[in-house]
């Protein structure tokens, strides 16, 4: 397989950042009310990622290495401000649903995680397909949560009616909608369904020697699968460790 | 006075900042295993969303507005915010040493917690003044610590019970976040 085929790949199945390493729980849990608001998270996430890790591996020689992190973030952050002017320029609606949620793609880890530890190693070409890939494998995963959620939760599936409503009045039989899928409430449970499946996912391809990717993202419960560990001035995760000894000596 | 007090209400409870609006989830996941840890991390993201919107709120006054630059809000911010966490670890380190042996730990995790990046973004959006800004800051932030304290004190009791296989670790943790939620939304349309 050559690599950009093998890129696209392993973004979208094989370490789908959602799904498998678990990354970017924010904006999953945020926006996926409807499969068309998930799609086009997942799409503007896919342009400033796969941008990001054109640009970032372009200039991956010139960043000195102390100042990168900072760096990332100037280069993300433009990003996501043409970004966001263009959604508001052409797609008026979807920007005005995904509101704070699309400035806030800056401090979506999938995307420095990808600058970290794959652009800021390779060639333009591959990273460039390696954006495309995660971004992709993104988006498939906020669209089919939306679609889940948007299904249980109005009987809907891309704002088309799947399931018939009942109507009372007329006293057909008929779907209805479990409205609390398109609140916050619901948004929790079907992430935790999603990652109790995975647990079992995860056993059965162990169990066939073809283990899944481990997951990475703050879903862990620490911090060292933290895109920004590297940059961060704390190593968080060991002193969070030290913390929780300390408290626990005290008791 | 009274809208001060809207915004607190309205920022810590019926819009809880995890519960509802979804920021900050990777510190609600990650730091709520144990009460003291929580609170500390609760006490760490009050201080500097207080600060940071004050510090945003100024820039966006007196520079971005004036200079006609507002459309560079996303990358300001976010770059003042990760000089100022890291400025003010550096100052209680130095001059406020029992708070930054409260607090320390804490600090650098919240960089790049969303909710910091979202207040300052929301109070523009909203429209707020500077002191509404920081009010609503505050307010956030109580509303995160009261979330991660409650699911740590429920969470330290779960450990104690018989979970099924594949719901151990996170997927628990998120349930009761669902339930939480619910619970929460009790509270819309107090205001």
């Given amino acids: 397989m050559n ?120 060639p333009p070409v591959p990273s460039l397909f390696d954006g495309l890939g995660m971004g992709l494998g993104f988006s498939m995963s906020l669209t089919i949560i939306g679609l889940v959620r948007e299904l249980l939760g109005a009987g809907t599936a891309f704002n088309i009616q799947l399931l018939p409503l009942a109507d009372s009045a007329n006293g057909t039989a008929g779907f209805t909608p479990i409205s609390i899928f398109i609140m916050p409430p619901g948004a929790f449970m079907v992430l935790a369904v999603l990652v109790a ?55 | 006075m009274k809208e001060l007090l809207l915004i607190i209400i309205a920022s810590s409870i019926v819009n809880n900042v995890v519960l509802s609006q979804f920021l900050g989830i990777c510190p609600f996941l990650g730091v709520s ?43 300001v911010f976010i770059l003042v915010i990760a000089a100022l966490v890291q400025f003010v670890e550096m100052f209680l380190k130095k001059n406020i040493p029992s708070l930054y042996k409260a607090l320390g730990v804490y600090l650098p995790l919240i960089t790049t917690n969303c909710a910091v990046l979202g207040v300052a973004l929301n109070n523009v959006t909203n429209g707020y003044n500077i002191l509404q800004g920081v009010v609503y800051g505050v307010g956030t932030a109580v509303g995160f610590t009261i979330a991660i304290v409650i699911m740590a004190g429920i969470r330290e009791k779960i450990e104690y019970n018989d979970i099924p296989e594949p719901f151990k670790g996170t997927a628990i943790v998120l349930v009761t976040a669902s339930l939480m939620a619910i619970a929460f939304t009790g509270f819309s349309g107090v205001i």
Avoid: H
Wanted: aromatic letters at 6%; charged letters at 15%.
């Fill in chain 1, 3 to 122: 690599k950009p085929v093998e890129r696209l790949y392993n973004g979208i199945l094989k370490e789908n950042p959602s799904f498998v390493l678990m990354l970017g729980m924010c904006p999953t849990l945020a926006v996926t009310t409807s499969a068309i608001n998930g799609l086009g998270m997942g799409l503007s996430t896919t342009v400033v990622l796969a941008m990001s890790n054109l640009l970032i591996s372009l200039l991956r020689n010139v960043i000195p290495d102390r100042v990168r992190m900072p760096a990332y973030i100037v280069v993300v952050a433009s990003l996501v401000t043409m970004v966001q002017f263009l959604m508001q320029g052409f797609v008026p609606s979807l920007y005005e649903s995904l509101g704070i949620y699309i400035p806030l793609i800056v401090v979506n880890c999938i995307i420095l995680g990808r600058a970290e530890s794959y652009a800021s190693k390779n």
């Fill in chain 1, 197 to 251: 499946v995975m647990n079992v996912v995860r056993k059965k391809m162990e169990a066939k020697g073809k283990p899944l990717a481990a997951p990475q993202g703050c879903i862990t419960g620490d911090c060292s699968g933290c895109s920004f560990s590297a940059g961060c001035t704390g190593k968080s995760s060991e002193r969070i460790l030290e913390a929780e000894e300390k408290v626990e000596k005290e008791d």
């Fill in chain 2, 33 to 75: 295993k144990k009460v003291e840890t929580a609170a500390g991390m609760g006490g760490a993201v009050i201080f500097v969303i207080a600060i940071s919107s004050f510090v945003t709120g100024l820039i966006y006054k007196f520079i971005l507005v004036p200079t006609g630059f507002v459309y560079l809000q996303t990358i």
